[in-house]
């Protein structure tokens, strides 16, 4: 495939749907909700809009007769003639990560979307194709693969999309199968949907439905007023009970939308990359190299905390943007003792230690004395404002003291959970109140470090520390009051980087 050639057919089809897709709501606004509305903004509204959707479908074909792309040895091409001449050149060794994705369209009418994610920075950061026969799509993959800067495996692709893969693709000089690591059970799916809080989702759905429902049947009568009569009439233990089905309900559902968004989820990985399959009905296939991944961290929520689970964040070169955070995000709700154990069976050079230093006492006392701005200017606002909730006559400064309470337990658990140390080649972090985050990184892959005192802290022998890793953007891992001797250390290990 050394010739230009013009993108699938199919594509303006997809256009079309994402097009109809994107204006819906708007039309549904525009000409069903205030279709009676003389208000001049709803008038020329519906004008608009109707211009601009007729004009996007005259360009959807127009785009896709000017638009062509070349696969060539060393580069992909891109090229675009209408009027003025538009060429974008993209060279295999610069893709960092590919992406796979089967939407229901796709696997309609058997094609695939594929997003390749170059190191660039900016807008022209990804290259997404956003219609192809899986031959095309393996015939583009082939050519970057021969750069040695993806790597898969014929068997990685005929597991991820079973009997696509075409024949006459080459096999990659590492053809095992991958490892599965993680596939989440019944239980784990729970689980997500208690810490999701997806259930919640449902409750707003169902009062808007049944508050539809009472006007439409009672003569215009008030969901609100109807509740009040069932209220006042039903017993006690009746209305115990309903309260109880509707909460199970809400989670059974939550759990259903679980499933859509993480079911068939699977984590594997080979010798040189990652693999993540996603999407019950819309199929996603991520692939992130190891040789790309900067630092692993470890976030863990108040309720993650308290469901024992946690979320596993790659730090990658080459991030771009917010889909990437789904591509380096391993399934968000790990069991918390497997995720610790899963980063090793990943990533063997990053071995966690169980033995990690905590903070000084003399930090405690700086933490404690820290003024503290949000308090402060919440107590400004709630003094100005006062407001009042579901009716109830709080005064401004209880509210202020829950705060402040907050805020000190926040500090508190700061300190007590803070944790850092370094292992040979490995430095790891652990830091947070409420939310905690465990950070670990090698010593070749921290970019820059930093060491900052202010005056109470030389005074106290502490310092503070702040390591950098390449990604995009830039990631800062900053933790507080340490020991101004361990500082000192950790510096001359970081200089024997090579």
């Known amino acids: 495939m050394n010739q230009e050639k013009r993108y699938h057919p199919l594509l303006m089809i997809y256009d079309i749907w994402r097009l109809i897709k994107n204006m819906f709501f708007l039309f549904l ?71 796979r994705k089967a939407s229901l369209f796709h696997r309609m009418v058997n094609m695939i979307s594929l997003t390749l994610e170059t190191s660039t920075a900016g807008d022209n950061s990804t ?45 990659d000089t590492y053809n095992a199968d991958p490892i599965v690591h993680f596939s989440p059970t019944a239980y784990d799916i729970f689980k997500a949907s208690l810490a999701s809080f997806s259930f919640i989702a449902v409750f707003p759905i169902v009062w808007s439905l049944l508050s539809n429902f009472i006007q439409f049947f009672s003569f215009g009568a008030q969901a609100e007023d109807v509740f009040t009569d069932i209220l006042d009439a039903w017993p006690w233990w009746i209305i115990l009970v309903s309260i109880i089905l509707i909460i199970l309900i809400a989670i059974a559902a939550g759990s259903v939308l679980t499933i859509f968004r993480y079911g068939k989820y699977e984590i594997a990985s080979d010798i040189e990359k990652i693999y993540i399959t996603q999407g019950f009905s819309e199929r996603t296939a991520f692939t992130i190299s190891k040789a790309n991944v900067q630092a692993v961290s470890i976030h863990q929520s108040w309720i993650k905390r308290a469901l024992g689970i946690a979320e596993i964040k790659l730090i990658c070169a080459g991030n771009t943007g917010s889909e990437d955070a789904e591509v380096n995000r391993l399934y968000p709700f790990l069991p918390v003792q497997r995720a610790y154990t899963m980063i090793e069976e990943i990533l063997p050079s990053y071995q966690v230690t169980s033995e990690m230093n905590r903070l000084p006492k003399k930090a405690w006392l700086l933490q404690m004395l820290k003024p503290s701005w949000v308090w402060m200017i919440a107590t400004g606002l709630l003094y100005y404002v006062k407001p009042d909730f579901l009716g109830l006559e709080i005064p401004w400064w209880i509210l202020s003291i829950v705060i402040f309470i907050l805020v000190i337990m926040s500090r508190l658990l700061y ?39 202010h005056t109470v802290q030389q ?30 250390d950790f510096s001359r290990w970081y200089m024997l980087k090579k």
């Open 459 to 488: 005074k106290l022998g502490l310092a503070s520390i702040v390591v950098s890793n390449r990604a995009r953007p830039v990631v800062y891992t900053r933790i507080s009051n340490l020991p101004i001797e361990w500082c000192q």
């Open 29 to 99: 606004f525009l000409f069903i909700i205030r279709a009676n509305s003389d208000f001049w903004l709803f008038t020329y509204g519906r004008l608009a809009i109707v211009l601009i959707f007729m004009l996007i479908l005259l360009a959807i074909p127009i785009r896709w007769f000017t638009s062509k792309y070349k696969v060539g040895n060393e580069n992909l091409q891109l090229n675009r003639r209408f009027m003025i001449t538009n060429s974008r050149t993209i060279p295999y060794a610069t893709i960092q990560h590919s992406r």
């Open 127 to 171: 290259v997404t194709f956003h219609v192809l026969t899986q031959k095309e799509a393996q015939e583009i993959e082939k050519h970057i693969r021969a750069t040695g800067r993806l790597n898969h495996s014929e068997n990685t692709y005929e597991k991820e999309f079973p009997g696509q893969v075409a024949e006459n693709v080459q096999t």
């Open 415 to 453: 300190f007590y959970q803070t944790r850092y140390a370094v292992n040979d080649s490995i430095v790891q972090f652990k830091t947070g109140g409420f939310n905690t985050r465990f950070f670990l990184s090698k010593r070749t892959k921290i970019a820059e470090f930093q060491l900052t005192r």
